[in-house]
């Protein structure tokens, strides 16, 4: 009887976790930046990997971009297979990045996405440029043949500011570039291949 009294508290407290961890979560998505709309699928050769960065530029970022600082993102890739009883392989670690700047003579945005062979795309609108800037379009992971069918992996993906350091004399001038604390959390998905 003690066991069935511990085992269902221990599933209330377990269920009232798990909705405040929900919550907290929704919440901090609503006023931070964070990773939405992750997608895992295949071409015929390759695991991809598709997904929005949301609520990354703040006012500060684009007054400095306007003032001719490029904004840079890191994106972190994980890919890894969960093993049972054992301890879990890496398989893939990538890091890329977005960069976005702006040219104040032809008033345009320049992205330059690293994943697709530094591609470079320019935009007339900050609109266009920021849903260029924050994509993953189609990340090639990992090869398919690499994987083994009916195996559960785990992939992981997380989205920094990378923060150039200035010489000392623009800190004065620019001093709001060392408020910019931008990072996601990572954004995790389970499947089976």
Do not use: C
């Not at 964070?34 to 006012?59: A, C, N, W």
């Amino acid at each position: 009887m003690r066991l069935l009294i511990s085992l269902f508290t221990a599933l209330i407290l377990f269920t009232g976790l798990a909705e405040n961890q929900r919550t907290f979560t929704a919440e901090a998505q609503e006023i931070g930046p964070h990773l939405t709309d992750i997608i895992v699928t295949t071409s015929d050769t390759h695991l991809l990997l598709f997904g929005e960065l949301q609520e990354s530029l703040t006012e500060e970022m684009l007054e400095a971009l306007h003032s001719g600082i490029p904004i840079k993102f890191l994106f972190f890739v994980r890919l890894i297979l969960n093993e049972p009883n054992w301890l879990d392989d890496e398989l893939v670690a990538i890091e890329f990045s977005h960069s976005l700047s702006y040219d104040t003579l032809k008033n345009t945005y320049t992205v330059e996405i690293e994943e697709t062979s530094k591609k470079k795309i320019t935009a007339a609108s900050l609109e266009e440029a920021k849903k260029l800037l924050n994509e993953i379009h189609g990340l090639r992971v990992i090869e398919l043949s690499s994987l083994i069918p009916e195996r559960t992996y785990r992939l992981k993906v997380k989205a920094d500011l990378y923060k150039k350091t200035l010489p000392m004399s623009l800190h004065s001038i620019i001093p709001f570039i060392s408020w910019w604390d931008f990072k996601t959390d990572w954004y995790t998905i389970e499947f089976t291949y």
